[in-house]
């Protein structure tokens, strides 16, 4: 376990003791002369928390092409503006250090990742569904009546993905024929 | 609600504010339970006993909303003569084949509806019929559940005293269902247990309702589908359904679970609930439909032709045709179980080459963690779609089963893609949210890098593929040469979600074949071709040609239903089937409770809602007895998509696994049912292999190696498997690491010391966590002897990379068996040991296991009898 060493370093923890336990000093006050990121920001839009189904509302600012700041949306009637831990944390969600931005791949028997561009990725793919459905392939079943399916892959979905993706992988994988398309809501 | 809802449970301390009284019926004490008025503790897997004695109270205090329930459930409908119930038959229902451990429902159908049952209704599995092929049967209702022959004109006594109505038969069912029994069973006294009857019953009539809130944890049960319909017996018993303040809110966990199965990836319905072809009932559109709907029934699903027709259109375009049936034969068809637990087992066995996993990590979050990780080493392919590294992105790595040694790197052969995704600032789209509200959120900035959405990744991987077989004259290419997939924005290669919002929405079809205006509403849906729609109860989402889904008029500015903001199916209601409402006369049932009635001089239904019924069908309205469809809905019908127009107290059709709840103990139980001689759901799916092992249950030899019950949940301050929490540096501060929550008295019974190290033993696995001693988790006295529970929150995993915090896995703790309706796992009632200190390390974890599953003397068998004989049966 990792979380040992980092537990001590903990804001928290150095928080309660330190000087300022109570944590209304310095660190803690504004300055003068700041100013909020969502000022400053040159673009807002209407969101909605990417995380549980109260789907609370987001506002989301943005500057430079980055977002700088999330919060709750007051005009929602659904959450007046309020966030709960995790849709406060959205803004570390999207703006990750360690969220991975390009494609990896792992070949058979490898120990290691190696890279891949996004477009060679995505082509590699479409082979591997193309072979593994032909190979799998059923028309009919043992009494001779239609299938027209593989069960040669499969696909299980998380159930933050927006309706227009879901709508998306069950159209496309049905008319290849793929059966086994699963998701998080029989979880 | 207040741990894993939060923001939603504002509403809750809102109604407090207001006089309602809360009370928490949850075997752990929550920020729910501290701010209610009353925290019912009770065993894990108990919850049918503990709601058959509420409904058993209504029935013998005579407390249901009589008016209600003779005028708007099917309480005075007939049943079936040759029914025959649980209270006869030692726990089994009539028509049960212990062979294939399956029912034949012909018995439980209404009276008087024989002749149609033949039409396809009932489904009697021949002698050379598997259960598996049967269990099909129940994967081919869509939501429809099953089709009500004859349901147009049942048999009724409005007097509620023939012994034969689904009034009388409640009564005899639920009769052993006493305050004592939910004593034994769930460990509650019969005190607090009569004051939740109080005041539930007390709360609850013309001028009160009362809401009932589950967390689908209710649905994790090998008979979690009846967890569901016992609340629905109890909200139709007290009048609640369909009116303000009322119903039965299933708060589901992720951002638009509820849009995942509308717009399903589920392997068994098509959008809109409709049932996927099946090669046993349908070989062509005719038989389709024949099974989805009947035109003996009332109501709106006999409009499927419509529904489906519309939706193929869309897919097909110009080459779906009357004549061709609409290109129904490119739909592949299904045979059984194809769920995912299903596809796991068949990965362990070589049978499944390829895999997306796209924005899940099932290495952690779902049910034996260990199959999951195992099945994947079997694929020849992988394909991982995440922001991070997650588990199940790189369990070939550093997977627990890589880290004991028994999987070796340099042997797996899987070849894996991890790649990028786009989060939900980074594109347009909607989720549907738990009250079925679709939300437009708005794309902010670009994803980074190489990140993208899945519906880019979809739409270029359906380019890719299409390409590559554009030449092919096979004829298993055609339906996705022919199909609709214009999604680009122009001059990019962009997919615009807008667009298939449309399509999803629907429109007219022009007379060449190309889209028209956009229908406003699914009745405008026809089965002549001339309309196409993705998902008939989507439509109205694009009415007028606008976003409905994006409109966000702040709710300080509307009226408290807010029905400007987002947009809900079917057609903006808010509430469903809100006719009931009013009284058969159409007037609200009260002042207080006014929400949707029928204005005389209009002439037609009004209100806060949209009405959801016929907007002119007078309340005094009688169809024809026997009209079926929209038609036949008379004006006090207010279920408009059942077949009879009624809520069903009891359900004549649509259910595997009896038309009534029946308590069944879970898969692993510390105590025999007192109920019935029948142990546990005789229809439940066990998957009996090597790899799955049960630990015994009650009184059966090695039960006592598995003495406690545990069950899992959530924390809020993370989100499921973690893939979305683990690795963000606030929300793993604020809950660091994998703990178990004991009681004083189990730390002193088993040497467990707060914040110490403890050991949680099944038959499948072995994991360590930190102890959490405390009064929250309270020992109960079941069957006459103290029983401890155990709880444990699933967020961590071992392995993935960057994650802030690890830890083990609850669900590795979790075996296989599955609910018969829906395959889902029982994950939430189970038993182990636990015992102080940290697990062996990581090679020895297997030993560990292997050695409480051969002093317990499990075997394959253990747990899975389907069907134990008592001394009546
Ligand atoms: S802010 Fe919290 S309560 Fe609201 S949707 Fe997000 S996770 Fe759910």
Redesign the pocket.
């Known amino acids: 376990m990792s979380a040992g060493k980092t537990f001590l370093s903990w804001p928290v923890l150095r928080q309660v003791t330190g000087s300022d336990r109570l944590g209304r000093g310095a660190a803690a006050k504004s300055g003068e002369d700041w100013t909020a990121r969502t000022r400053t920001a040159d673009k807002v839009v209407q969101s909605?928390?990417?995380?549980?189904?109260?789907?609370?509302g987001?506002k989301v600012y943005a500057k430079d092409g980055k977002v700088i700041q999330i919060e709750?949306d007051p005009d929602s009637p659904i959450?007046r503006g309020?966030?709960?831990?995790?849709?406060?944390a959205?803004e570390q969600l999207v703006n990750s250090p360690t969220r991975q931005t390009t494609v990896l791949y792992r070949r058979p028997h490898s120990t290691e990742w190696e890279h891949l561009d996004l477009d060679t990725a995505t082509d590699m793919i479409a082979d591997r569904v193309v072979e593994s459905r032909r190979r799998t392939w059923q028309d009919t079943d043992e009494q001779g009546r239609i299938l027209r399916r593989t069960l040669g892959f499969a696909h299980l979905g998380g159930a933050t993905l927006d309706n227009e993706e879901n709508y998306l992988i069950k159209k496309l994988f049905t008319a290849l024929g793929a059966i086994q398309i699963e998701n998080q809501a029989r979880i | 609600m207040a741990e894993c809802?939060?923001?939603?449970f504002q509403w809750v301390m809102e109604a407090k504010r207001k006089g309602a009284r809360i009370i928490h019926i949850d075997p752990r004490f929550t920020r729910t339970s501290a701010v209610a008025d009353q925290h019912v503790a009770l065993r894990a897997g108990s919850d049918i006993v503990f709601l058959g004695g509420i409904i058993r109270y209504i029935l013998e205090q005579e407390k249901y909303f009589r008016e209600y329930v003779v005028a708007y459930t099917n309480a005075a409908t007939l049943v079936r003569d040759d029914f025959r119930d649980t209270d006869e038959l030692d726990g089994l229902f009539s028509g049960y084949d212990p062979e294939t451990g399956t029912y034949d429902p012909a018995s439980w159908a209404y009276k008087g509806v024989e002749e149609y049952a033949a039409a396809g209704n009932a489904r009697k599995p021949s002698a050379d019929q598997s259960a598996h092929t049967d269990r099909a049967a129940g994967d081919t209702h869509g939501a429809a559940g099953a089709v009500g022959h004859g349901h147009s004109q049942t048999t009724r006594d409005e007097t509620l005293q023939d012994p034969r109505c689904v009034l009388q038969v409640l009564k005899r069912h639920f009769a052993r269902y006493t305050p004592e029994m939910v004593e034994q069973v769930c460990g509650v006294s019969p005190q607090d247990f009569l004051s939740v009857c109080e005041a539930v019953t007390a709360n609850s009539g013309r001028d009160l309702t009362t809401a009932w809130v589950y967390s689908v944890g209710w649905t994790q049960h090998a008979v979690g589908v009846q967890y569901i319909r016992s609340a629905a017996i109890i909200q139709l018993l007290l009048g609640n359904m369909g009116r303000p303040g009322g119903g039965i809110m299933a708060l589901r966990g992720h951002?638009s679970i509820q849009g995942s199965t509308d717009i399903p990836t589920l392997f068994n319905i098509l959008p809109g609930y409709l049932p996927m072809p099946s090669v046993d009932d349908h070989p062509d559109m005719t038989a389709y439909l024949k099974t989805v709907t009947s035109d003996t029934q009332k109501g709106y699903w006999t409009h499927a032709g419509a529904y489906t027709a519309s939706l193929l259109k869309s897919w097909w375009g110009k080459t779906a045709t009357s004549d061709n049936d609409y290109c129904f034969s490119y739909l592949p068809k299904i045979s059984g179980d194809h769920g995912t637990y299903n596809t796991v087992t068949r990965m362990l066995d070589d049978q499944v080459e390829g895999y997306f996993i796209m924005g899940e990590n099932p290495a952690v979050g779902s049910a034996h963690g260990r199959m999951q990780r195992l099945g994947m080493s079997h694929l020849k392919w992988l394909v991982v779609r995440d922001f991070q590294l997650i588990e199940s992105a790189t369990w070939w790595k550093d997977g627990p089963e890589v880290r004991s040694g028994e999987l070796k790197t340099e042997d797996i052969d899987t070849e894996v893609f991890f790649l990028p995704a786009a989060s939900h600032v980074e594109k347009d789209g909607t989720f549907t949210?738990t009250q079925r509200m679709l939300q437009w959120h708005h794309k902010a900035v670009d994803p980074p890098q190489d990140a993208r959405s899945e519906l880019h990744f979809m739409w270029h991987l359906g380019n890719k593929i299409r390409a590559r077989l554009a030449e092919s004259t096979d004829d298993r290419d055609r339906p996705l040469l022919d199909l609709t997939w214009d999604y680009g924005q122009d001059g990019t290669d962009e997919p615009s979600a807008d667009k298939v919002l449309r399509e999803i929405n629907g429109w007219q079809v022009k007379p060449d074949g190309t889209p028209g205006p956009l229908l406003s509403s699914y009745t405008q849906m026809k089965d002549d071709g001339s309309t196409a729609g993705g998902c008939w109860i989507y439509t109205g989402v694009y009415a007028d040609g606008v976003n409905q889904s994006a409109r966000r008029k702040p709710g300080s500015q509307q009226s408290w239903v807010a029905p400007e903001w987002g947009w809900a199916w079917p057609s903006n209601r808010r509430i469903l089937y809100n006719r009931a409402s009013a009284d058969p006369q159409g007037r609200p049932w009260s002042e207080r409770k006014a929400y949707v009635w029928w204005d005389e001089e209009a002439g037609s239904w009004t209100g806060h809602d949209v009405p959801d019924f016929p907007a002119d069908r007078a309340p005094d309205f009688r169809p024809e007895p026997g009209t079926a469809g929209p038609e036949g809905i008379a004006g006090d019908d207010p279920f408009i998509m059942q077949s009879d127009g009624k809520g069903w107290l009891f359900a004549p059709t649509g259910l595997l696994d009896g038309p009534l709840p029946a308590h069944y103990e879970p898969q692993e139980s510390p105590i025999r049912n007192p109920l019935y001689s029948q142990q546990s759901n005789p229809t439940r799916q066990v998957l009996k292999r090597k790899d799955n092992l049960s630990n015994p249950s009650a009184d059966a030899p090695g039960a006592q190696d598995f003495p406690y019950v545990f069950t899992t949940y959530r924390l809020t301050e993370h989100?499921t498997a973690g893939g979305m929490s683990r690795w963000l540096p606030y929300l793993s501060e604020l809950q660091p690491q994998f703990f178990c929550e004991v009681s004083p008295a189990l730390a002193a019974e088993r040497g467990l010391v707060n914040g110490d190290w403890a050991t949680i033993v099944t038959a499948r696995s072995a994991v360590e966590a930190r102890v959490l001693v405390t009064d929250r988790i309270r020992p109960l006295t079941v069957n006459g002897r103290t029983v401890h529970q155990v709880g444990l929150p699933y967020h961590w995993g071992q392995g993935g990379k960057g994650a802030v915090v690890e830890g083990d896995s609850a669900n590795d703790l979790i075996g296989l068996t599955l609910d018969p309706n829906v395959h889902i796992q029982e994950a939430k009632a189970a038993t182990c040991d636990i015992r102080p200190g940290r697990r062996p390390a990581d090679h020895q974890v297997r030993g560990m296991v292997e050695d409480y599953i051969s002093r317990a003397g499990i075997t394959v068998e253990t747990g899975n009898t389907l069907h134990e004989k008592g001394d009546q049966s």
């Open positions: 909605v928390c990417p995380y549980c189904a109260v789907g609370c987001q709750g959450s309020r966030l709960c831990p995790k849709g406060s959205s | 809802h939060p923001v939603g951002a949210q989100h």
